[in-house]
């Protein structure tokens, strides 16, 4: 593959605030500890107190890969090197899509595999372990349950009641995995990563152990380590912030101040936190936890607690008490010892906004990395971009935008009439002025003759681009093409298709490519297009 880089801000996919974090920008800089650069995270070495038990760090995941082959691997050696004190972990996080998901899924790994690397070549003395951090509380299930393919949506058609979904049973998987197998088709890629998915889904009994066995299938090589949060050894040992943070309603007040920050600052907060940041845990269901009058109460659920119930609740069984966005960071923080944290754009912005409460539980804020995007071209694509005499970056603008401009570049008359709107402006400069000095009173008239006028220009090129485009029918539809494959539904493709059909043309060539090709602390979109190597014809 072959890789073009551009700036982040000329796609115009991504918040300000996140371009103003990237920028360094030093108005907003109190909204976090370090910046994401190789000095910042020198910085951030010299002082990081991790806080994570080690000892049950190593034991949890041990356990958690017992079904894994990770024996005198690259992911074995990492975990056991989390007992060591110069180890640290880069972390990413996402929810258990079927499948993995759309492509991000896979930037945000490589992302942190990539940024492992980096650490431990300008710091040889310590360790970084990448990390997976599986969303196994998360209860959205609508959100998980489905995936698009090229013309094709696959979707998990099962009852979810609302739990955590890494809970969730394979067994009604079967027709969605039947679908995506077939999918895949009996190309070699595509016979491969069918043997594996049907594996990694008919072997597991919940979408947890599927995940885990399936990401630990496709990066243990680089060795990623996968960890399930949703284990009560390692909520007890973050008891202490639950208790006092439902007790107290701290991350709330503290999500409160940051908001009125955020405001000062212009900027738009992600995510807005609730008075109690809990949901309360059991199997088929995680309900949100709220006060009334002294009384917890979960709800939907005939479940209520007194003050000193819930604490002792808390200290019985840590497990059932479950973080939600704002918390959630928190308790990974707390586990792991954690130096970096690799998000999305909207990620990184709700980071943001919860530094303070870092801060009041003397946890140490990661340096947070914006992971790696990428729009991945195919072959034919690729020369229906060329014969177009189109440029990728040219794919970012809008469809119509991209017609617009394609018109006006290889129409057979000009159709550029910004001279001549010039002129127009000129001459009704000298009519406007003239109409003054006769009566003041004609200025706002002749004002309102202007513009009337100037929209019926517009309004005739307007016209003029619209016939010049019915000329053009085969190119306007190949434009139509080429947006509706790279931005599918307006969407980035990452954001919308899963690497399946990526697989069948690359094979581990994709993870390969993108592995090679991405470079973390640079901060540019990755465009990667095809060398004659990397495709049949």
Request: aromatic letters at 10%; charged letters at 25%; proline letters at 4%.
């Amino acid at each position: 593959m072959n890789a073009t880089y551009i700036e982040y801000r000329d796609t115009g996919s991504f918040s300000s605030t996140l371009l103003r974090y990237l920028d360094n920008d030093p108005e907003i800089r109190e909204l976090y500890e370090h910046p994401p650069t190789l000095e910042g995270f020198g910085s951030l070495l010299e002082k990081k107190h991790a806080s994570a038990d080690r000892s049950l760090l190593v034991k949890v995941l041990s356990t958690q890969y017992n079904n894994a082959q990770v024996d005198d691997s690259k992911v074995r050696n990492n975990i056991l090197l989390l007992a060591e004190p110069n180890t640290y972990t880069v972390t990413t996080g996402h929810q258990l899509n079927i499948f993995t998901g759309p492509l991000y899924f896979l930037y945000k790994i490589i992302t942190a595999i990539k940024t492992a690397e980096l650490l431990k070549a300008a710091h040889p003395d310590k360790n970084f372990v990448p990390v997976y951090w599986m969303a196994t509380e998360d209860h959205d299930f609508d959100e998980i349950n489905h995936i698009n393919l090229p013309d094709k949506k696959i979707v998990w058609d099962a009852h979810s009641s609302g739990g955590a979904t890494g809970r969730l049973s394979t067994s009604s998987l079967i027709s969605a995995l039947k679908e995506y197998t077939g999918y895949l088709g009996l190309t070699r890629n595509g016979m491969k990563l069918s043997q594996l998915i049907n594996r990694a889904y008919k072997g597991s009994s919940t979408l947890a152990e599927a995940t885990l066995y399936l990401v630990n299938e496709l990066f243990a090589d680089y060795g990623l380590v996968v960890i399930d949060a949703d284990n009560a050894e390692l909520k007890a040992s973050f008891s202490r912030i639950i208790q006092h943070d439902i007790l107290t309603k701290t991350s709330f007040s503290q999500l409160q101040e940051a908001e009125e920050v955020f405001k000062a600052k212009g900027l738009k907060a992600q995510a807005h936190g609730r008075e109690i940041n809990f949901f309360y845990l059991l199997d088929g269901k995680r309900e949100r936890i709220v006060e009334d009058n002294n009384t917890y109460k979960v709800l939907n659920t005939h479940l209520k607690f007194s003050r000193d119930e819930l604490s002792k609740e808390i200290d019985t069984y840590p497990e059932r008490f479950s973080p939600n966005v704002i918390t959630r960071p928190l308790y990974q923080e707390f586990v792991l010892p954690n130096i970096a944290y690799v998000g999305g754009g909207s990620e990184i912005v709700y980071w943001l906004q919860i530094k303070e409460v870092f801060r009041h539980y003397n946890i140490d804020f990661p340096i947070l990395i914006l992971r790696n995007s990428a729009l991945i071209a195919t072959k034919p694509l690729s020369a229906k971009l060329k014969s177009m005499k189109l440029g990728y970056v040219d794919l970012f603008r809008p469809a119509d935008e991209i017609k617009r401009q394609w018109v006006l570049k290889n129409c057979s008359e000009s159709l550029d009439i910004s001279e001549e709107k010039e002129k127009f402006n000129e001459i009704f400069d000298i009519v406007k002025l003239k109409a003054g000095n006769i009566d003041l009173t004609l200025i706002p008239s002749a004002r309102a003759i202007s513009i009337r006028l100037q929209k019926a220009i517009q309004g005739l090129e307007t016209k003029m681009i619209k016939a010049e485009k019915r000329k053009h029918q085969e190119s306007m539809g190949k434009i139509d093409s080429l947006s509706s494959a790279y931005f599918p539904q307006t969407s980035l493709q990452e954001r919308f298709f899963n690497f399946g059909y990526l697989y069948i043309k690359y094979g581990d060539g994709l993870i390969e490519g993108l592995y090679d090709h991405f470079k973390p602390l640079d901060f540019k979109f990755t465009i990667l297009e095809p060398s004659h190597e990397d495709l049949p014809d």
